[in-house]
């Protein structure tokens, strides 16, 4: 099982980032997708969520509207669309697969700063 997250970096405040996550080694069209994320000295909190078939998804308050959760079955990839970036939104972001198990990126970092 491999989960590989891409596209964090250095963004200025009211800037945009994609963060990507390609999923291997199991079936992804039949697990749940999550993003969290921890910033130092932080809990990790989940940010957003996403159902096996793409219908249904869960924002966390701090980044409804702003941030937009989808996936792409046929690629085997979920995506994070992040816009209107804070600096409250710096954080190491990790994509993690669930359904029943659970199994977790590395994480990519995202630091929002000007």
């Known amino acids: 099982v491999q989960l590989v997250e891409s596209g964090g970096g250095l963004v200025q405040p009211g800037g945009s980032l994609r963060l990507s996550c390609a999923a291997s080694?199991?079936?992804?069209?039949?697990?749940?997708m999550s993003w969290y994320r921890q910033a130092p000295g932080k809990e990790r909190e989940l940010v957003a969520d996403i159902t096996s078939g793409g219908g249904s998804t869960y924002y966390a308050d701090s980044v409804k509207g702003r941030f937009t959760i989808s996936r792409d079955n046929a690629a085997n990839t979920v995506y994070l669309r992040m816009n209107n970036l804070k600096p409250e939104d710096t954080a190491v972001y990790t994509c993690s697969a669930h359904r029943g198990a659970r199994y977790w990126g590395q994480g990519t970092q995202v630091t929002v700063s000007s």
């Open positions: 080694g199991f079936t992804f069209s039949s697990y749940a």
